[in-house]
């Protein structure tokens, strides 16, 4: 469906400044203002709805700006199939690993405030972290533990090289142990502190700096800026990027007045899409509105709306700079933007690196698929994905509920449509 207010924008910002209300920040324009079609952008609008008309998707919201204005932002489907609720522009997705970009910019603002380095040891904080082992596989398939090389480091954590996982690799029966896997922390009751304090204890699945190994890395910066900062990883972020930003609908625990407008999780099967088990852990509709709202997690707790996430993209894009604002130094943007992994290879796509909180593209052909070199980008767990191209000035991000998805292929769509759109 068409954003409410996307044909009258004019009518609706005089009505804002009549009424004494902010105008919203990012405008909504006619794409051809921006050097995008609005026919070719039908393409687009065609192919998310027919995902849905498929039943492969329960619904979604995608949003493109460009030059610091959305020429698409448009909801599809619905956020409860059941309940047959429509899914709006301001619904509200989990929206998992998305949120380690946002907490990897918080660690660099500590830096920014003089409190801690990158390349400070982690053991510098948090001390349980000031020696650490490593699995390694044997010949017969049993694994021994070794002391790590060296420290790990903040950097480490920022670009995943500090050979700690999700707890499946080598090693992986002293996780279960510990009861720490996968990346949900939603129904945890006790604070992310001591839930990392515990990983330290266990082995890694490579010595640091050798492997990109993704992982914890992100919940363990959450914990390190608990430490240095001395306030909680929601109170933090709250103060230094979502007020500062007016992300007012980005929280780690939904209030109880927009629990409606949460959107519902369901799972790709061979028959369609199916309603995932409340709360039901990871492939579930998690512990985020009646749980215990006790563990805040850097890796993948947030949950955000299109519109908040454009906000915090544009102002990366912007060089660090939003709504007259300055939130970062753009050399603190340009640091986290380029590739660090030097001769440590990405494991999953060819031509691209990672930075500090995004993979980052190195080399157009080599990754074969439409974009810029220098784009940088991730996703979530529940199918999301942005990413934001600063040669074109433009700032993507799709929004959807659906874990696992099987194979389906909206992301590659998405960007084939969105590029073919551009006009000049």
């Given amino acids: 469906m068409k954003p409410y207010f996307s044909g009258n924008f004019t009518f ?100 920014e405030e003089g409190k801690l380095l990158i390349t400070d040891p982690v053991g510098k904080y948090i001390p349980e972290f000031s020696k650490t082992t490593v699995a390694v596989e044997k010949e017969n398939g049993e694994y021994e533990i070794v002391e790590a090389n060296r420290p790990v480091t903040i950097r480490d954590l920022l670009t995943h090289t500090s050979g700690i996982g999700y707890g499946y690799g080598i090693g992986a029966d ?8 996968g990346w949900y922390f939603a129904d945890r009751t006790e604070p992310i502190q001591e839930t990392v304090k515990k990983m330290a204890a266990l082995p890694f699945e490579a010595q640091p700096g050798e492997q990109f190994v993704y992982g914890y890395n992100t919940d363990i910066l959450g914990a390190l ?28 625990y939904l209030p109880e007045n927009k629990k409606e407008r949460l959107a519902t999780v369901y799972s790709a099967t061979s028959n369609g899409i199916e309603r995932a088990p409340n709360p039901g852990g990871m492939v579930g509709q998690g ?3 009646d749980g ?16 908040d996430y454009a906000k915090f993209l544009q102002m990366l894009l912007n060089n660090g700079e939003f709504n007259g604002k300055q939130i970062v130094s753009p050399k603190t943007v340009q640091l986290m933007t380029v590739d660090h992994l030097g001769q440590v290879a990405f494991p ?60 389906l292929d909206v992301h590659e769509k998405l960007r084939a449509l969105v590029y073919q759109a551009i006009i000049e």
């Fill in 225 to 252: 800026i608990e430490v240095v900062s001395g306030k909680s990883l929601d109170t933090f972020l709250k103060e230094k990027i979502l007020v500062p930003l007016e992300m007012d609908d980005t929280h780690f």
């Fill in 174 to 181: 002293l996780w279960q142990e510990a009861g720490i896997q």
């Fill in 292 to 307: 215990p709202q006790v563990s805040f997690s850097g890796g993948a707790g947030l949950l955000s709306t299109a519109m």
């Fill in 12 to 111: 609706l910002l005089a009505f804002l400044l009549h009424c004494g209300l902010s105008a919203q920040v990012l405008p909504v324009v006619a794409p051809e203002e921006v050097g995008m079609s609005s026919e070719r952008l039908e393409y687009l609008s065609k192919n998310l709805q027919e995902y849905v008309d498929r039943s492969e998707l329960s619904g979604s919201v995608a949003l493109v700006a460009r030059r610091g204005k959305i020429a698409f932002f448009e909801s599809f489907g619905n956020s409860d199939i059941e309940k047959n609720l429509p899914m709006r522009d301001n619904s509200i997705f989990r929206i998992a690993s998305q949120t380690k970009a946002i907490v990897s910019l918080g660690i660099m603002m500590l830096q």
């Fill in 348 to 407: 999953w796509t060819q031509g691209v690196g990672f930075g500090l909180g995004f993979q980052i593209v190195e080399d157009l052909g080599l990754r074969g698929t439409l974009g810029s070199v220098g784009e940088y980008g991730w996703g979530g767990a529940y199918h999301s994905t942005y990413w934001v191209d600063p040669k074109e000035e433009l700032v993507v991000i799709f929004l959807t509920q659906l874990i696992p998805a099987n194979g």
């Fill in 287 to 289: 512990a985020y509105v």
